[in-house]
């Protein structure tokens, strides 16, 4: 059993920052890459930001790229999200995702529950 917890979400005002943190337990993952995606209301899960775990190599949407950071650390099995200079319209639920392979591109294998992130103006 595969389980990918999110935490760090909440409400900030716009240009605030927030940082989310995922964890993942059960099976030994290896190496895979993760992701972050997010979902507004009405509209699509998008990816934001993914990792090859292997070495380190992140990929960002265009909309986030220069506002967010993606790390990962080996030791804890975490991958977290930086988001500096938030916007309104990076308002969504972030989900935390684990890729078939160690290339954060495809449809992930695994999806934790999601964490809610709202940005006031």
């Known amino acids: 059993q595969v389980e990918l917890v999110e935490s760090g979400g909440g409400s900030v005002q716009a240009g605030g920052s927030l940082r989310l943190s995922c964890a993942a337990s059960?099976?030994?993952?290896?190496?895979?890459?993760r992701g972050w995606f997010r979902q507004a209301p009405g509209k699509a899960r998008e990816f934001v930001a993914g990792?090859?775990?292997?070495?380190?190599?992140?990929y960002y949407a265009d909309s986030v790229k220069g506002r967010f950071t993606i790390s990962r650390d080996n030791a804890k099995n975490t991958v977290d999200l930086q988001m500096n200079s938030l916007k309104p319209e990076d308002t969504a639920v972030y989900f935390c995702?684990?890729?078939?392979?160690?290339?954060?591109?495809?449809?992930?294998?695994?999806w934790g529950r999601g964490t809610q992130v709202t940005v006031t103006s």
């Open positions: 995702a684990a890729f078939p392979r160690d290339l954060p591109v495809g449809k992930p294998d695994y």
């Open positions: 059960g099976r030994t993952f290896g190496d895979i890459a």
């Open positions: 990792v090859r775990w292997s070495a380190g190599v992140a």
